[in-house]
């Protein structure tokens, strides 16, 4: 009979995502929980940002108007609105098309307890001489002011105030604050140095200026005091240097001049200037300085060197660029959303993961490899669908945010958003498939991945946001960090955030794909990473689960094969010295041998019958941490035929497990080989998973699929179709007793243990397999249950092979054809019950119960029926012998006991053949007592 045609590539990749799917289907509390996530993060979101919004309506910090007339109502014509409020926050959101123009100043520094305050300038230069003439010229030696153009005044006097400068000059901080402005000259008149008590009286003195004044639309009353200016020499560079170090507690310094090689030739100066409010800070713009008037007043001096007190050059005024309305908007989304719409992102993470172990974990991946499902279509499906799932929550994701419109989605082009999301989860599906390999459970990942997801969320959030916008930390180092996916992503994010927080301020749109130029965005660098990512971490993942993977036919490490070998080769010669004593032991035993012989023989000329042919299998488990190896299965022959079930007895650990992992595949064999259907299982493992079936001692089931769809799915992959699998789905369960009550269509998580290892058999018999493998399938069963399992495996056997290992001697001797006593790694004995019966028997067990007085006599009557007899059990009167059979007839016996029955009273006895459980005792006995005197 030829091999089952295998199923193809579709039918297996079909055949698994049905089972994904009803699986998922099944997960409906993940499912809602999932899409449910990143809906409630948007609606948090949209409700933040009303509250926001609303916060923000207030007329704090919106661009209100006020009437001229001094009333709560009045006409738009009486309206002024914008710069005359004294609040900067109002001046930041109203419209400005005419910004005020404001006289220049200079920066003072802090106050001074003195009246006339002084101000000091520090000035060296190379030419002593040339440094004091031009350094003259700065301060005037009176106060000009021409009452009818206030501003010109202004501008030709050195003015200064101590007021720190805002953001921007909308408004001059100088003429709104209560800090004085000076006027700087070389000596302020004496008076009141003599009479400070008038000054503190408040009356009008002679320094100081009053007047009206007209500014930005608003009428200020404006007084500006005397302030004395004086230049001090300094012998060179490095003494300013330390002066403005030190500082100067007397008189504050305003700035230092340095005018190194200047002459009337050129001029060359360095300015010194106090820079306190300079410097990027998190929360806004920097400050700006009040430098342009000391350059400016440096540069009149020298000019009025070179030309004469005469001529000058006028630094009229300071005015800010003109400004359209900008209300005040915070967009919520785009700051807090990068963090809450990380965690959205990574939360697939977890769940590919702990799917991808769970099937680890319970062996489920393996089992289905033995049933036919090759790494090719588990990996295209798996990752298919994983990569489906992703795609659909984040289409969710973006959906939720655009239709609450969060600007945070609306504003970007979606082609974008749509190259970042898919790069990026297929990024992730594939490190999960990466990492899957290195846990095998599913609690620990489950943890460890959430530990993940939110410890990067936070640390991105605080670490490297932190890093990204301070400039003056190497990009190169950014780069680095956005090695890590999770940063990538929270950068890719971040960057959203803030083209849509820019859009939305400006009433523009968000990223495009022409923005990715632009060096500062950083999306460009994401985008390239994540995707080279994906690749490499795609390979990797694969190359491992190959390389880890047990069944596929590699070695664990083959690029190392070449340094394996002579460990292993040192390995083998210490097995076969063990061996050959072991082979000689064998040799005595006829039937071992013709097992041999016969498995030479089949191997010269291979026939189709036997489905099973096993050529001095060997499995030596090398010793780790100083134990000596185990040799767990030694030179092993067997041959079994198509129709045949052949049963394997053997007490624990004698290495029956051993075998038959290699024989699906699980381990390899350490020399030897096998062919099951004609291929050898070292190098066609994946032929042969078409044509077998396993039903592994321990249940190897989905939790959350039914009876059913366990057959269903497994009947799929070994080919059927149509009603030919719904057929042999309905009759296996029939046969194994699942179809009554609703039992096929339960969840297998709530079967019962007898149910599961029912759908165990059910599985490893669907599909029509040539080859069974059953480990010891009834255990836990009830007797009833049994009893129908043995049915359906007898009936099983027509035209299979099935090698099955149990302890229940009752089960080997109702199911199997032939057996097989191993013990310690080798077959012991191979032979059809009866036969083993004959062979290892030849004994009758005796039991007589008397009265403990009558011990000696039924010790006598025994005597006398055989001197060869043997005691072997003694308890209270009752007592057991075993009979040689050629010493003892039956007749002799009932004879014996009827004479007995006379003197004494028997209170019962018996006669029995030996049993099969006596035949294993007995091989297992001798094998035991031949290893320990080898
Ligand atoms: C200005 O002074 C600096 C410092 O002494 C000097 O290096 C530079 O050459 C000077 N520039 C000119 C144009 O003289």
């Known amino acids: 009979m030829a091999n089952p045609v295998p199923a193809t590539f579709s039918t297996r990749a079909n055949a698994l995502l049905r089972k994904n799917l009803t699986f998922q289907k099944r997960n409906k509390k993940t499912n809602i929980r999932l899409t449910l996530f990143p809906l409630i993060i948007c609606i948090i979101l949209v409700l933040l940002q009303n509250l926001v919004d609303n916060l923000l309506d207030k007329p704090k910090f919106k661009c209100g108007c006020v009437c001229t007339t001094n009333q709560t109502t009045c006409s738009d014509s009486e309206k002024v609105c914008g710069v005359k409020y004294s609040d900067q926050t109002q001046v930041l959101a109203c419209a400005i098309p005419n910004p005020p123009e404001w006289p220049p100043l200079l920066q003072l520094p802090g106050s001074e307890p003195w009246y006339p305050p002084v101000y000091t300038m520090l000035f060296t230069a190379d030419d002593h001489y040339f440094g004091q003439i031009v350094s003259d010229n700065i301060f005037p030696s009176n106060v000009t002011m021409d009452y009818t153009d206030i501003m010109a005044s202004l501008a030709s006097n050195v003015l200064g105030s101590e007021s720190t400068p805002d953001t921007n000059n909308f408004l001059e901080p100088a003429f709104t604050s209560d800090l004085p402005i000076y006027y700087l000259q070389t000596r302020c008149p004496l008076d009141n140095i003599a009479f400070p008590e008038i000054y503190q009286e408040g009356t009008p003195q002679q320094d100081m200026e009053s007047f009206t004044y007209e500014i930005a639309g608003f009428t200020v009353d404006q007084e500006i005091r005397c302030a004395d200016g004086i230049n001090l020499w300094r012998d060179s560079s490095s003494v300013i240097n330390n002066e403005l170090y030190e500082g100067h507690e007397d008189n504050p310094i305003v700035s230092a ?444 089931l989905w939790e959350s699929l039914t009876g059913r769809e366990h057959l269903l799915f497994y009947g799929r992959l070994k080919n059927l179709k149509g009603s030919v699998l719904t057929q042999a789905v309905e009759e296996s369960l029939k046969n194994l007793n699942l179809f009554h009550g609703g039992v096929a269509d339960k969840q297998a998580g709530k079967y019962s243990g007898g149910m599961k290892r029912r759908l165990s058999v059910a599985i490893s018999l669907i599909g029509d397999p040539k080859v069974v493998y059953m480990d010891e399938p009834s255990t836990g069963l009830d007797p009833a249950s049994r009893k129908c399992l043995w049915n359906v495996i007898r009936l099983a056997k027509q035209d299979r092979a099935i090698i099955l290992t149990t302890h229940s001697m009752e089960e080997a001797e109702a199911l199997c054809d032939r057996l097989g006593i191993f013990v310690n790694g080798s077959l012991q004995c191979v032979g059809n019950p009866k036969e083993l019966k004959a062979r290892y028997g030849g004994i009758y067990v005796f039991t007589m119960t008397t009265s403990s007085d009558h011990e000696k006599d039924v010790e006598n009557i025994v005597q006398q029926l055989t001197p060869n007899a043997n005691k072997i059990y003694h308890l209270s009167g009752t007592q057991k012998f075993e009979l040689p059979k050629e010493d003892v007839k039956i007749a002799n016996v009932f004879q014996a006991v009827e004479v007995a029955k006379r003197n004494f009273t028997v209170f019962a006895w018996g006669l029995a053949d030996t049993t099969l459980e006596d035949v294993f005792i007995k091989v297992a006995r001798e094998a035991h007592a031949f290893d320990t005197l080898s």
């Open 257 to 700: 001049f340095d005018f190194l090689n200047s002459n009337e030739n050129g001029f060359n100066v360095t300015v010194w200037y106090k820079s306190t409010n300079k410097g990027v800070t998190n929360f806004g713009p920097t400050a700006l300085l009040r430098i342009p008037r000391s350059i400016n007043l440096i540069s009149n001096a020298y000019l009025q060197f070179l030309r004469g007190l005469g001529t000058k050059m006028l630094f009229e005024f300071v005015k800010e660029m003109p400004k359209s309305e900008t209300p005040l908007r915070i967009e919520i989304a785009s700051l807090l959303g990068v963090l809450f719409f990380t965690w959205v992102v990574l939360q697939l993470f977890p769940v590919v993961l702990t799917s991808l172990i769970y099937e680890k974990q319970q062996k489920l991946r393996i089992m289905m490899k033995m049933h036919g499902l090759g790494d090719g279509p588990y990996w295209m499906i798996t990752y298919g669908y994983f990569l489906a799932l992703s795609v659909i929550y984040m289409l969710c994701f973006v959906i939720f945010g655009s239709v609450l419109g969060l600007k945070f989605f609306t504003l970007n082009d979606y082609s974008i958003q749509f190259v970042f999301y898919f790069i990026y989860i297929n990024l992730q599906i594939s490190v999960a498939i990466l990492l899957a390999s290195f846990f095998s459970n599913v609690k620990t990942a489950t943890v460890t991945a959430y530990i993940g997801v939110f410890g990067t969320g936070l640390l991105a959030g605080f670490l490297l946001q932190f890093f990204i916008q301070d400039s003056s930390f190497p990009r190169g180092w950014i780069i680095c960090m956005e090695l890590y996916p999770g940063f990538a992503l929270y950068r890719g994010l971040y960057e959203f955030g803030q083209s849509a927080t820019s859009g939305s301020n400006m009433g523009t749109v968000g990223m495009r794909w022409q923005d990715l130029s632009d060096s500062a965005n950083g999306m460009k660098e994401v985008l390239i990473i994540m995707f080279a990512e994906w690749i490499i971490v795609l390979f990797v993942a694969y190359y491992i689960d190959q390389v880890s993977s047990t069944g596929s036919g590699k070695s664990t490490i083959f690029f190392l094969k070449g340094f394996l070998k002579k460990p292993l080769s040192s390995c083998k010669k210490l097995s076969i010295q063990r061996q050959e004593s072991n082979v000689l032991a064998q040799m005595e035993k006829p039937d071992i041998v013709q097992e041999k012989e016969k498995v030479e023989q089949l191997l010269l000329e291979p026939t189709i019958d036997h489905a099973i042919v096993c050529d001095g299998l060997k499995k030596f488990y090398r010793g780790r941490d100083g134990n000596p190896g185990k040799l767990a299965v030694r030179e092993l022959f067997l041959a079994v035929p198509r129709g045949e079930c052949f049963g394997m007895l053997g007490p624990n650990g004698a290495g029956k497990t051993s075998f038959i992992s290699m024989m699906i595949g699980l381990t390899k064999p350490t020399s030897g080989a096998a062919y099951v259907q004609g291929l050898d299982i070292r190098t066609h493992m994946d032929g042969i998973y078409t044509s077998m079936g396993v039903c592994p001692q321990h249940n190897l």
